[in-house]
């Protein structure tokens, strides 16, 4: 049996974020279309006695990245074993690229990655019940564990609806020294809330079907919000804006803003504009297979 696979875990962005109702586990239902980045970190899974996470890499930042027990990837490894009863031990290793805590669904890629490199070593293949298991690690785990380059998804992320990869686009990242954490994120909305809750919308293949429409149809719940608590983020949203991107938004909820063009950018001249650190990528109309080691 196959006692090593490795495979890239691609980071991923909103290009809608609808946040619906609050539910009674204390989580929200979503509306989301996910879209994969060709920007990823590399996870390999080895079979062996023991457990063990090791993380290296450009994004890992200089205060690390916490107890190894908290870690995402490390809790979806153990999540696997228990659900399936294999493997008894694992050594996982990553290289961090995704900058962490940024909204690019970092740690839920890892995490991703780290059950399909498992489910494609496994003796006993969970295939399409691993959705199910990714969603009780994270609203992104579901869609960075299924196979879909882009998707329409509701509730806590499980439900999933393929949609055809918009073609590749340059994308810039524009990742301001601040962080967001994701409870701060959904305290604010509550408190802008108050007691409403939008409805779902309903929306279809349609809807996504070019960038023209994507980007008409884009919108993240959390960017006025975090905008006004965080107004370097509305600044980067407009300077990205004006730098040509056809859509300049916040990711997931924040801090990182992306901006789609149809050309490349002069990635320098932006970054002496906006003065902060950037990245270019491109959105991605592939997922990145996993491959076995020999
Ligand atoms: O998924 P994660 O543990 O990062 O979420 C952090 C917090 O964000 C949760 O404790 C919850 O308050 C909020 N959250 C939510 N609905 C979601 C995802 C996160 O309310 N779908």
Not at 46 to 58: E, F, Q, Y
Request: net charge negative; charged share 20%.
């Amino acid at each position: 049996m196959t006692q090593s696979a490795r495979v890239v875990a691609q980071a991923k962005i909103n290009l809608l974020l609808r946040i619906l109702a609050r539910e009674a586990s204390g989580y929200h239902s979503l509306e989301t279309v996910f879209l994969r980045l060709d920007l990823g970190d590399d996870v390999r899974v080895r079979i062996t006695a023991g457990r063990s996470l090791d993380c290296a890499g450009p994004a890992v930042p200089a205060e690390g990245l916490g107890p190894i027990e908290r870690n995402l990837a490390f809790r979806a490894a153990g999540a696997y074993a228990n659900a399936v009863g294999w493997p008894s031990g694992f050594a996982i290793e990553i290289n961090k690229r995704i900058p962490v805590g940024g909204g690019l669904g970092g740690g839920s890629a890892d995490a991703g990655a780290v059950l399909r490199v498992l489910d494609a070593m496994s003796p006993t293949p969970l295939g399409q019940d691993l959705p199910a298991l990714a969603a009780e690690l994270g609203s992104d785990v579901p869609f960075l564990t299924a196979e879909h380059g882009m998707a329409l998804a509701w509730s806590r992320g499980e439900r999933m609806l393929a949609l055809p990869a918009l073609e590749a686009r340059p994308t810039v990242l524009a990742i301001p020294p601040i962080s967001i954490w994701t409870s701060e994120a959904y305290g604010w909305l509550a408190q802008d809330r108050g007691g409403y809750t939008p409805a779902p919308r309903a929306y279809t293949l349609a809807d996504f079907a070019s960038w023209e429409r994507a980007v008409a149809a884009a919108r993240n719940d959390f960017q006025p919000v975090v905008a006004r608590h965080r107004p370097q983020v509305a600044e980067l949203v407009d300077e990205i804006a004006a730098a040509g991107a056809e859509l300049s938004m916040l990711s997931g909820s924040g801090s990182t803003v992306f901006g789609i063009f149809r050309e490349a950018p002069d990635a320098a001249q932006i970054t002496r504009s906006i003065g902060c650190t950037t990245l270019v990528t491109s959105t991605s109309t592939r997922v990145v297979s996993v491959e076995l080691d020999e």
